[in-house]
T-cell receptor, first 115, second 116 residues
Framework: DAGVIQSPRHEVTEMGQEVTLRCKPI?????LFWYRQTMMRGLELLIY????????DSGMPEDRFSAKMPNASFSTLKIQPSEPRDSAVYFC?????????????FGPGTRLTVL | AQSVTQLGSHVSVSEGALVLLRCNYS??????LFWYVQYPNQGLQLLLK??????LVKGINGFEAEFKKSETSFHLTKPSAHMSDAAEYFC??????????????FGRGTSLIVHP
């Protein structure tokens, strides 16, 4: 299996622009998670989906952030408009089932820089 | 509320020395605990997990962790550090969430530095 795939790996944009991050989970996994990692805040859970349905988006920082999962093999995280404080590494992770002991498989991340 | 505390944002050891990374948790229900490792410019990957079977859990790359309920701890150890162990290590506790599923709460991470 190719693992969790994220694109792009690096994104540099200017403040005010729209940014779209993409994720393809591992085939057969039914839970998908979006995280943001910064030096200041560590690893933060933004939103997670179960069977393509958003379950908890309480970690989404503000209305500028939105996430979708139109089918089991694709998810997007959109920031519109972007701001310099959104600069971070964004990770997508997937897992099978909803059991408490199910490990998460992380993608390589997208490093976002907003100028 | 559940939480994870990793003591020490940085741990420095010499190659061949014992590695000890500390993790304490709080949970209102029996916890499921994990250690993940993150190498530079990569995502997190699972080292080991505790799922209420044996309290001493063995993972990849010679790492192990012991669940101690009385101390609410799940410290990670390795008898002899290798240069390739230099990475960021995250402890996580899995807790019940909305919709009957479980999501992990991650600690802030500990950066392991290995000196030659």
């Amino acid at each position: 299996d190719a693992g969790v795939i994220q694109s792009p790996r690096h994104e540099v944009t200017e403040m005010g622009q729209e940014v779209t991050l993409r994720c393809k989970p591992i085939s057969g996994h039914n839970s998908l998670f979006w995280y943001r990692q910064t030096m200041m805040r560590g690893l933060e859970l933004l939103i997670y989906f179960n069977n393509n349905v958003p379950i908890d988006d309480s970690g989404m920082p503000e209305d500028r952030f939105s996430a979708k999962m139109p089918n089991a093999s694709f998810s997007t995280l959109k920031i519109q408009p972007s701001e310099p404080r959104d600069s971070a590494v964004y990770f997508c992770a997937s897992s099978s089932g909803t059991g408490s002991y199910n490990e998460q498989f992380f993608g390589p991340g997208t490093r976002l820089t907003v100028l | 509320a559940q939480s994870v505390t990793q003591l020490g944002s940085h741990v420095s050891v010499s190659e061949g020395a014992l590695v000890l990374l500390r993790c304490n948790y709080s949970s209102s229900v029996p916890p499921y605990l994990f250690w993940y490792v993150q190498y530079p410019n990569q995502g997190l990957q699972l080292l080991l997990k505790y799922t209420s079977a044996a309290t001493l859990v063995k993972g990849i790359n010679g790492f192990e962790a012991e669940f101690k309920k009385s101390e609410t701890s799940f410290h990670l150890t390795k008898p002899s550090a290798h240069m390739s162990d230099a990475a960021e290590y995250f402890c996580a506790v899995s807790v019940p969430a909305s919709g009957g599923s479980y999501i992990p709460t991650f600690g802030r991470g500990t950066s392991l530095i290995v000196h030659p």
